[in-house]
């Protein structure tokens, strides 16, 4: 549905809606995947992707229907006994707040349930509380925090250590 709607005499808002839908993130996708990281994060997930293959995790992502990524996220089933960790979750950042973050961790816990897991887990940045604050309405709860940290590109193409605190937060399904 598009609907376009006059404010001002130059001015035009415009709501676009349009239908996504969740699955496998694929090889092939990592070239329109650039706005979730640099080239360094994009090799982490494809070596995620390796993983996927083989069972260790899983790797999705939230597409419209020309079939682009416009949010992206991962769970990992080596982390915790009895859980799937998720992480790396990334949304279009012109789509933030849109719903997509929440549809692709609900797709997250399916996958988890369907393993048949009884948790999922996550971390999320303490400076992060738009993101927290997402995990607590949708029933994560906090219990613990640890620092965590990963090489991460900077826009001079330098790879430097980015370290953080991080807030561990579990849900059970």
């Not at 549905?1 to 001015?11: D, K, N």
């Not at 859980?83 to 929440?102: I, K, M």
């Not at 029933?139 to 613990?144: E, F, K, N, Q, R």
């Not at 430097?160 to 605190?165: K, L, N, P, V």
């Amino acid at each position: 549905m598009l609907r376009a709607v006059i404010t001002e005499e130059h001015s035009i808002d415009a709501t676009v809606v349009l239908p996504v839908g969740v699955r496998d993130l694929l090889h092939r996708d990592l070239p329109a995947c650039t706005w979730s990281g640099s080239a360094t994060h994009l090799r982490a997930v494809e070596r995620e992707l390796a993983r996927a293959a083989v069972g260790e995790a899983d790797y999705l992502a939230v597409c419209t229907p020309v079939d682009l990524p416009v949010a992206i996220g991962g769970i990992d089933y080596q982390v915790s006994e009895g859980a799937g960790t998720v992480w790396q979750l990334a949304v279009l950042p012109a789509l933030r707040s849109r719903g997509l973050g929440t549809l692709l961790i609900r797709a997250a816990e399916r996958r988890i349930r369907d393993r048949g897991l009884l948790r999922a887990e996550l971390a999320v940045e303490e400076d992060n509380p738009r993101a927290r604050a997402l995990y607590e309405r949708l029933g994560y709860v906090a219990y613990d925090r640890k620092p965590d940290a990963w090489d991460e590109e900077g826009p001079d193409g330098l790879i430097r250590r980015y370290e953080t605190m991080c807030v561990l937060m579990r849900k059970d399904l």
